[in-house]
């Protein structure tokens, strides 16, 4: 600016601030306040950050929008083109939308400089996109362009908070902060609980405080209370231990296993049989379900976790109740069950934990997978009666409900399998890598007769008047009883699925993170390895980097256990160590959470109380706290100690 310029702006400041002492420009701040506060709302504008592969992006053209879940193929002989309406396009398809291309940025460090075309091979930004785009999609000119699949994150967002706007009225806006946040943050996600509570999931509690800031700061611009940090674990059995905690071998083992085997024990509705099979009853004595419960083994719950999407498939397939499969995917769920055999059968011939006979071509009789119908846990069908599986709809070998073993409880079966898959025993938590055998089911004879009576009515309705009133209070009537018994048995499949979890060696599952340390200092390694242990880390590897004097720290840390470590390494070692956090798995926890000492080894080392800390109690207590569910614990733990007083 010259000379005269700035004069002038000094003479106009000069001019503005006499006619606000006089009262001259009231009414023109208040319409400027007005103003201002819309601005303030609109000052946030995402641009979408986007690299060309092929042809060049110009300025004011017009482009397909293509969703992840685009389909090609629904394209193929409709004349739909660029000059299509909106309209006609979304009758055919609800992944596909018309854009125009309104703002192109070049990206210079800070700086955003407006550009007319991006040649291929460069990388812009794109205004306008907010409302369109969620998280990812596809560009293009054609709509028989394949769609790029979602952005895969290396971390899962595995911590979890609830939070919520301090002030009520301000819902809207943390509504609004929330879904700008979701969009601009890959590794973010935010969904609503059964309970009303708006949750908000991240990687870790650095990546937790710096979204909760940008939420106050940015998105929301409202003050929020947030929860403390919600940790998952899952529930899982194991195969029954050789060692107690003492390093001894059960010498006991084998001859508890014998009697078991010739051994019941009766409570109330429930019996437990041989092998740890449940047997619970209905209060009416019209329902009886046998169930046992067995461990899998750790590389075929992996499989399924990693093969989550085909189980999604062949449970829309089977909802869908669909046979006709395209040759495409019948050969990837082929593939799918070949390999699950295969990995079965591999475990199977090494350990004899595997030789019952429940496990035998188990398979073929997998009735559902667990929790949510895709889950690691399986439900196997061990009546040895005609009944339906997972695989009936793909192999177009679907029987009619009247042709069942299980008739109509065959879903409500299934049903109270999920529900008891999706809140085990111990504190509520999903459990992982347990198959449940459905060794019996048994109804009363009066219940036989009722169902028979209600599949085959249909076939008994005449044509007069009064046949038909008796017949339709008939129904009426055994539907009313069939609903009930329904619900009963969707109760009875969920008790006795977690009875027959209890009666098997039960174990917590740990979410780990996996963590790197590099200090720069021998010095500091004294410090750094104090607060591992402090923490439950266990050490996977330490190396030294040649020719320097740094070193490379690789452990595994509960995710519980890690609030508040980077900043605890950076006192102890006076910043001489830097840590990277990165979840990695689920780990068994190897302890029993209610576990006491039993043998005359453990009562000599740990003593009466067992005055070490139970890792998996202290975690399972914690969460049923957090749940408001019962606790078990003394309130008194040390009842020697009295109080003296003195005699006046």
């Known amino acids: 600016m010259t000379a005269e310029e700035i004069a002038q702006k000094r003479e106009a400041i000069r001019q503005r601030k006499l006619l606000e002492a006089n009262g001259q420009l009231e009414t023109k701040t208040e319409t400027e306040q007005i103003v201002q506060e819309q601005e303030n ?3 946030l504008e995402f641009l979408a950050f986007a690299r060309v592969y092929s042809g060049t992006l110009k300025k004011d053209s017009t482009l397909f929008i293509l969703s992840p879940k685009h389909n090609p193929e629904n394209f193929i002989g409709k004349n739909i083109d660029l000059n299509s309406s909106e309209e ?12 125009k291309v309104k703002d192109l940025y070049l990206m210079m460090g800070r700086e955003l400089e407006s550009i007319e075309e991006v040649p291929c091979g460069n990388i812009a930004a794109i205004g306008g996109l907010e409302n369109i785009v969620f998280k990812s999609a596809t560009l293009s000119t054609t709509l028989f362009c394949p769609s790029f699949i979602s952005l895969y994150m290396q971390t899962a967002p595995i911590v979890r908070v609830s939070i919520e706007p301090k002030n009520p009225s301000k819902i809207k806006d943390l509504l609004k902060g929330l879904k700008l946040l979701n969009q601009s943050d890959p590794c973010v996600e935010v969904y609503v609980q059964s309970n009303g509570e708006h949750v908000l999931c991240t990687a870790g509690e650095v990546h937790l405080q710096r979204c909760v800031e940008d939420l106050v700061d940015r998105f929301a611009k409202c003050e929020v209370n947030v929860s403390e940090p919600i940790v998952p674990f899952k529930e899982t059995i194991v195969q029954p231990p050789t060692i107690d905690l003492a390093n001894e071998k059960i010498k006991i083992c084998e001859s508890m296993q014998e ?19 449940v047997e619970l009853s209905s209060n009416d004595k019209r329902l009886r379900i046998g169930i046992k419960a067995r ?6 719950v992996k499989f399924l976790n990693q093969n989550s999407n085909v189980i999604s498939i062949l449970n829309k397939f089977n909802q869908d109740r669909t046979t006709s499969f395209q040759n495409e995917i019948r050969s990837m769920i082929n593939e799918f069950k070949e390999n699950f055999r295969q990995k079965l059968r591999e475990f199977c011939s090494k350990d004899d934990y595997f030789k019952e006979k429940e496990w035998n071509d188990m398979i073929d009789r997998i009735i559902s997978f667990g929790p949510n119908r895709l889950g690691p ?17 793909f192999e177009n070998s679907v029987l009619a409900k009247n042709a069942t073993f299980l008739k109509d409880f065959e879903s409500s079966i299934v049903f109270g399998f999920n529900l008891a898959t999706s809140k085990g025993p111990l504190c509520e938590e999903p459990m992982q890598g347990v198959v449940f055998f459905l060794n019996k089911f048994e109804r009363a004879e009066d219940l036989e007769e009722e169902l028979d009576e209600k599949l085959n009515l249909s076939d008994e309705l005449e044509d007069d008047t009064g046949s038909i009133d008796t017949n339709l209070s008939l129904e009426k009537r055994a539907k009313s009883s069939v ?7 969707i109760s009875l499949a969920k008790e006795a699925c977690k009875k027959a979890f209890e009666a098997q060696p039960r174990r917590l599952m740990a979410a780990m993170y996996k963590c790197e340390i590099m200090t720069v200092s021998s010095e500091a390694l004294g410090k750094l390895y104090a607060v591992l242990g402090k923490r439950n880390a266990k050490i996977i590897e330490e190396t030294m980097k040649d020719n320097t004097s740094m070193f490379l720290i690789i452990a595994y840390i509960p995710v519980a256990d890690s609030f508040g470590l980077s900043e605890e390494i950076r006192k102890r070692t006076s910043g001489l160590a830097t840590l990277n956090l990165e979840f990695s798995h689920f780990e068994t926890i190897d302890i029993d959470p209610y576990w006491e000492p039993k043998t005359d080894e453990e009562l000599l080392l740990f003593g009466e109380k067992a005055d070490f800390e139970n890792q998996a109690r202290k975690y399972m207590n914690n969460v049923r706290k957090r749940k408001g569910l019962f606790v078990r614990e003394k309130l008194v733990q040390h009842a020697e100690k009295q109080r003296t007083l003195t005699i006046k």
């Open 88 to 99: 006609e396009i979304k009758a055919i398809s609800k992944h596909v939308t018309k854009f």
């Open 295 to 300: 461990a899998l083994p750790s590389e075929v």
């Open 483 to 489: 609903s009930s018994l329904t619900a009963q048995c």
């Open 259 to 277: 009697s078991n085997e010739s051994s019941e024990e009766t409570t109330g509705n429930m019996m437990i049989g041989p092998g740890g099979l």
């Open 41 to 43: 709302e609109n000052d």
């Open 377 to 393: 846990n399986l439900l196997v069908d061990c009546l040895n009666q005609k009944s339906n599986t997972i695989w009936s709809y």
